[in-house]
């Protein structure tokens, strides 16, 4: 089947203006995460997604991130005002969520998006 | 703030070579803990997940351990191929939530 697709792959844009970056889930996977790799550094958690829960925002770095889920499926990341630190690789995941009992989260990337601020 | 570090950050070794990737974690409150491979260009792709109740999680060639108590996990490498090449990195879920905390990876290069 399906696994989780991002786009654009790649992004270029201008110091200053917005950028949207968006993520297409496995059907039926309830769970949903965004995370940011940096060049020479590890994968940083941003915010994620379960359900119709409110999400985990606190990885997001500044007031200028912020993402949505929209009905429970595509989530869209929005980097407002870009910075040149920004520039990063952005990688989506989904997982099935069941409850604490569940000993089996696997976590599925997407390709990612490479984003450069210049 | 959990930290994850791994050592090596870069490994090459000749086909057919045995190795030994490590990670190290601060705080030993995990839930579980999760061995990833990543190609260039590529998203990540899950190997092995550990429960914090287990000891090991065996997948063909591979191998991760987990000791808790003392904050590391190894992933064994068997008779290692060119196309096991790749950036392999571990994580740990801290909450439950499978927010994960990743390590900054090591590059191995198998050399044919």
């Known amino acids: 089947g399906a696994g989780v697709s991002q786009s654009p792959s790649n992004k270029v844009t201008e110091k200053g203006k917005d950028v949207e970056l968006r993520c297409d889930p496995i059907?039926?996977?309830?769970?949903l995460y965004w995370y940011r790799q940096s060049l020479g550094q590890g994968l940083e958690f941003l915010i994620y997604?379960?359900?119709?829960?409110?999400?985990?925002k606190s990885g997001l770095p500044s007031d200028r991130f912020s993402a949505e889920r929209t009905g429970g499926s595509v989530s869209t990341l929005t980097i407002q005002r870009t910075q040149q630190e920004d520039s990063a690789v952005y990688l989506c995941?989904?997982?099935?969520?069941?409850?604490?009992?569940?000993?089996?989260?696997?976590?599925?990337f997407g390709p990612g998006t490479r984003l450069t601020v210049t | 703030k959990q930290e994850v570090t791994q050592i090596p950050a870069a490994l090459s070794v000749p086909e057919g070579e045995n190795l030994v990737l490590n990670c190290s974690f601060t705080?030993?409150?995990?839930?579980?803990l999760q061995w990833f491979r990543q190609d260039p260009g590529k998203g990540l792709t899950s190997l092995l997940l550990?429960?914090?109740?287990?000891r090991e999680q065996t997948s063909g060639r591979l191998n991760a351990s987990l000791d808790k108590s003392s904050g590391r996990s190894t992933l064994y490498i068997a008779a290692s191929q060119p196309g096991d090449s790749a950036t392999y990195l571990c994580?740990?879920?801290?909450?439950?939530?499978?927010?994960?905390?990743f390590g900054t990876g090591t590059r191995l290069t198998v050399i044919p």
């Open positions: 995941a989904s997982s099935r969520y069941g409850d604490r009992a569940a000993t089996y989260y696997e976590q599925y």
């Open positions: 059907s039926g996977h309830t769970a």
């Open positions: 997604f379960q359900g119709n829960s409110a999400p985990d």
């Open positions: 705080d030993s409150a995990i839930y579980n």
């Open positions: 550990i429960q914090s109740s287990q």
């Open positions: 994580a740990v879920d801290q909450t439950g939530a499978n927010n994960l905390f």
